[in-house]
């Protein structure tokens, strides 16, 4: 029968000690070995932060050995007296601005019929204050948007959309009326505002609205320059002097400020990513413990994506588009796309993100120089009784300083111009990079969009020769 007895009755030998219960052997080795996990987790966690955070200081150090901006105190603007910030009087004009239902809903022809004149210019006489302002700015030569006073225009960028929409009308109005001097003044003032507004806030959204606004002052001088009246500079009358259509085409040449603040939007972007990742894990990762154990990972996830606005600006300095695509090779699209840049995509879905964004500052550069050649042209056959040149060699160095480039074309040639066809046609290679002669057939059927086409065409159409013909 003893030896049928249990454990907790069986007697404890003679000279033994021997807890009662007995204690767990197993316990005591699981919980040193629990703890010597920790340990080692813990080590690996500081080692993997050391080095995330180690790699982060080395790549913000190679930036700045470039002497780029990479902190958020790189990208502070100069403070500007008020009296000399453009950029107060453009949020003075934008929150003053309002449009009615009618206004808002107003789509004139191309171009205007007399009922669209006679709508623009009510809308002219109905915000004369704002466009006084606007062409006021212009005068101002400091912007920093940054300034109290127009916050509200940086916050949202619909108040200097709605100024770009109104200069628009503007322009078309005045052109349509015949004042060509004025039309002229205002393009210069929409250009302006575009290029102003790429300086706004260095991100992505600064770059699109203003490439969008640039875009649209190219499209208006394309479609009024063939039909400009041009006179001598000393009888300008409401036509435009020539001195103003050489101003014109010289600020639409001079790409180095896009050219720069494009850049410094995308170096903004990699600022935004570094600076906002911590943020974004905290508020999505719970609980924070396991935001701060995950960390290392999201800061190289950072860097990784920061080294892809490297990328993105280095592609921006390519002299054509497709050296801009081999810059772009390997970098992905960004994990959290704003609403903004999705939508430039939308009918795009088989580009990336970055291939999308930087396309567009391509075709904003070539509809820049397409314009400027069209005023060109419109300059020649002022001064040649409405007679086309026969090549755009004709037009150096009198009208423009040189034939401007293709940014689409891999060869680096100049844009193409056929004087013959009918119309007569200045034409890029577009996004494929191939030239098909002018073609403007689109893969897509139902698509109208010039860069849908096999090539980018633009009609030069012909109007009556001017009827102040420069002496």
């Given at each position: 029968?003893?030896?049928?007895?249990?454990?907790?009755?069986?007697?404890?030998?003679?000279?033994?000690?021997?807890?009662?219960p007995?204690?767990?052997?197993?316990?005591?080795?699981?919980?040193?070995?629990?703890?010597?996990?920790?340990?080692g987790?813990?080590?690996?966690?500081a080692?993997?932060g050391?080095?995330?955070?180690?790699?982060?200081?080395?790549?913000?150090?190679?930036?700045?050995?470039?002497?780029?901006?990479?902190?958020?105190?790189?990208?502070?603007?100069?403070?500007?007296?008020?009296?000399?910030n453009?950029?107060?009087?453009?949020?003075?004009?934008?929150?003053?601005?309002?449009f009615?239902?009618?206004?808002?809903?107003?789509?004139?022809a191309?171009?205007?019929?007399?009922?669209?004149?006679?709508f623009?210019?009510?809308?002219?006489?109905?915000?004369?204050?704002?466009?006084?302002?606007?062409?006021?700015?212009?005068?101002?030569?400091?912007v920093?948007?940054?300034?109290?006073?127009?916050?509200?225009?940086?916050?949202t960028?619909?108040?200097?959309?709605?100024?770009a929409?109104?200069m628009?009308?503007?322009v078309?109005?005045e052109?349509?009326?015949?004042?060509?001097?004025?039309?002229?003044?205002?393009?210069?003032?929409?250009l302006?505002?575009?290029?102003?507004?790429?300086?706004?806030?260095?991100?992505?959204?600064?770059?699109l609205?203003?490439?969008?606004?640039?875009?649209?002052?190219?499209?208006l001088?394309?479609?009024?320059?063939?039909?400009?009246?041009?006179?001598?500079?000393?009888?300008p009358?409401?036509?435009?002097?020539?001195?103003?259509?050489?101003?014109?085409?010289?600020?639409l040449?001079?790409?180095?400020?896009?050219?720069?603040d494009?850049?410094r939007?995308?170096?903004?972007?990699?600022?935004?990513i570094?600076?906002?990742?911590?943020?974004?894990v905290?508020?999505?990762?719970?609980?924070?413990?396991?935001?701060?154990?995950?960390?290392?990972?999201?800061?190289?996830q950072?860097?990784?994506?920061?080294?892809?606005?490297?990328d993105?600006?280095?592609?921006?300095?390519?002299?054509?588009?497709?050296?801009?695509?081999?810059?772009?090779?390997?970098?992905?699209a960004?994990?959290?796309?704003?609403?903004?840049?999705q939508?430039?995509?939308?009918?795009?879905?088989?580009?990336?993100?970055?291939?999308?964004?930087?396309?567009?500052?391509?075709?904003?550069?070539a509809?820049?120089?397409?314009?400027?050649?069209?005023?060109?042209?419109?300059?020649?056959?002022?001064?040649?009784d409405?007679r086309?040149?026969q090549?755009?060699?004709?037009?150096?160095?009198?009208?423009?300083?040189?034939?401007?480039?293709?940014?689409?074309?891999?060869?680096?040639?100049?844009?193409?111009?056929?004087?013959?066809?009918?119309?007569?046609?200045?034409?890029?290679?577009?996004?494929?990079?191939?030239?098909?002669?002018?073609?403007?057939r689109?893969?897509?059927?139902?698509s109208?969009?010039?860069?849908?086409?096999?090539?980018?065409?633009?009609?030069?159409?012909?109007?009556a020769?001017?009827?102040?013909?420069?002496?």
């Amino acid at each position: 029968m003893a030896e049928n007895a249990s454990p907790k009755s069986s007697p404890v030998p003679a000279g033994e000690s021997r807890p009662y219960p007995p204690r767990y052997f197993w316990l005591k080795r699981l919980t040193a070995t629990g703890f010597l996990l920790l340990i080692g987790i813990a080590g690996l966690r500081a080692w993997w932060g050391h080095v995330s955070q180690s790699r982060m200081d080395a790549y913000i150090a190679s930036v700045q050995a470039r002497h780029e901006p990479i902190l958020p105190d790189d990208f502070n603007s100069p403070e500007i007296p008020a009296g000399d910030n453009a950029a107060v009087l453009y949020a003075k004009a934008a929150n003053s601005l309002h449009f009615s239902r009618a206004e808002s809903d107003f789509e004139p022809a191309d171009p205007y019929s007399p009922a669209d004149v006679q709508f623009a210019a009510g809308m002219i006489l109905a915000h004369a204050p704002e466009i006084q302002l606007i062409r006021a700015a212009r005068d101002r030569h400091g912007v920093n948007w940054r300034n109290r006073r127009s916050a509200a225009l940086l916050n949202t960028y619909n108040g200097a959309r709605r100024l770009a929409v109104l200069m628009k009308y503007v322009v078309a109005c005045e052109h349509a009326q015949g004042d060509d001097a004025q039309a002229i003044a205002d393009a210069q003032n929409l250009l302006l505002l575009g290029d102003r507004c790429l300086k706004v806030d260095p991100n992505d959204i600064s770059l699109l609205v203003g490439e969008g606004m640039i875009s649209m002052t190219n499209d208006l001088v394309m479609s009024i320059a063939p039909s400009l009246k041009i006179a001598a500079d000393d009888k300008p009358k409401r036509a435009a002097a020539q001195s103003q259509i050489h101003a014109l085409i010289g600020e639409l040449l001079d790409e180095d400020s896009f050219a720069r603040d494009s850049q410094r939007d995308w170096m903004g972007e990699r600022m935004l990513i570094i600076k906002n990742e911590r943020a974004s894990v905290n508020s999505e990762i719970h609980p924070q413990l396991l935001a701060d154990f995950l960390w290392p990972m999201f800061q190289l996830q950072a860097l990784h994506a920061a080294i892809s606005e490297d990328d993105a600006a280095a592609a921006c300095r390519q002299k054509n588009f497709q050296s801009a695509l081999v810059s772009l090779a390997n970098v992905e699209a960004p994990a959290n796309e704003s609403i903004l840049t999705q939508s430039v995509r939308e009918d795009h879905m088989n580009v990336t993100h970055h291939e999308r964004v930087v396309s567009i500052g391509y075709e904003v550069t070539a509809t820049r120089r397409v314009a400027a050649i069209m005023l060109a042209i419109r300059l020649y056959q002022a001064r040649h009784d409405g007679r086309l040149p026969q090549t755009l060699k004709e037009l150096t160095p009198d009208y423009l300083p040189a034939i401007p480039l293709d940014p689409f074309s891999a060869a680096n040639l100049p844009l193409a111009y056929l004087p013959h066809h009918d119309p007569p046609l200045l034409y890029s290679v577009g996004l494929n990079g191939t030239d098909e002669h002018g073609s403007a057939r689109s893969a897509r059927a139902s698509s109208t969009w010039v860069w849908d086409g096999q090539d980018a065409v633009f009609p030069y159409r012909i109007s009556a020769p001017s009827t102040q013909p420069a002496n």
